[in-house]
């Protein structure tokens, strides 16, 4: 398996721009997180999916924030409109209950920078 | 919610010498602690777990311990190397697949 696929890997865009990040989980994975990394706040967790249904999005910081994931292949994080503070790097993790470990493999991550 | 706190933010060794890292959570129905570690540039990635049953377990150069009671576990990685440096992140879940993250641990292995 190709692990956690993430696009774009970098994405600079200016305030007021919608952004939209991809991921797509290992295949049989049935949990998806979207976690946020930045030097001040670490990794935070935004939302994750079970079985393609959101179980807890309470670390989405703002209504302009937005996830789906339409098919258990794909997920999406959307961001309108952006602001400067939204700069990090946006890390995708997918896992699999059955490993019965709770291990989350991520992706590679995608560095947003909002100028 | 849960809160993990980790110490030290910054640890810098002699190649050689042990570095110990330190969580503390305060979910008491945690129940899987896993560690990750991120080099520059790089994915977080498992480098060792410990489930809430077993008080410690080891992995070549790196142990974890677990003490429940206390609600504190922590990294301990002897013979340290080089390529040890990394930010490591410690996090706690309560089984039902939420993970909650450290703020990091800087680790400087100087040669």
């Known amino acids: 398996d190709a692990g956690v696929i993430q696009s774009p890997r970098h994405e600079v865009t200016e305030m007021g721009q919608e952004v939209t990040l991809r991921c797509k989980p290992i295949?049989?994975?049935?949990?998806l997180f979207w976690y946020r990394q930045t030097m001040m706040r670490g990794l935070e967790l935004l939302i994750y999916?079970?079985?393609?249904?959101?179980?807890?999005d309470s670390g989405m910081p703002e209504d302009r924030f937005s996830a789906k994931m339409p098919n258990a292949s794909f997920s999406t994080l959307k961001i309108q409109p952006s602001e400067p503070r939204d700069s990090a790097v946006y890390f995708c993790?997918?896992?699999?209950?059955?490993?019965?470990?709770?291990?989350?493999?991520f992706g590679e991550g995608s560095r947003l920078t909002v100028l | 919610g849960e809160n993990v706190e980790q110490h030290p933010s910054t640890l810098s060794v002699q190649e050689g010498d042990s570095a110990v890292i330190k969580c503390t959570y305060s979910?008491?129905?945690?129940?899987?602690f896993p560690w990750y570690k991120q080099e520059l540039g790089k994915r977080p990635q498992l480098i060792i777990d410990?489930?809430?049953?077993?008080g410690e377990k080891k992995d070549q150069r790196i142990a974890v311990t677990l003490n429940k009671t206390a609600k504190h576990f922590s990294l301990h990685i002897t013979e340290t190397q080089p390529e040890d440096s990394a930010v490591y992140f410690c996090?706690?879940?309560?089984?039902?697949?939420?993970?909650?993250f450290g703020a990091g641990t800087r680790l400087f292995v100087k040669a």
């Open positions: 993790a997918s896992s699999f209950l059955r490993l019965n470990t709770g291990e989350l493999f």
């Open positions: 999916f079970n079985n393609n249904v959101p179980i807890d």
């Open positions: 410990i489930r809430s049953n077993v």
């Open positions: 295949s049989g994975h049935d949990y």
């Open positions: 996090a706690t879940n309560t089984g039902g697949f939420k993970t909650i």
């Open positions: 979910d008491s129905a945690s129940n899987y």
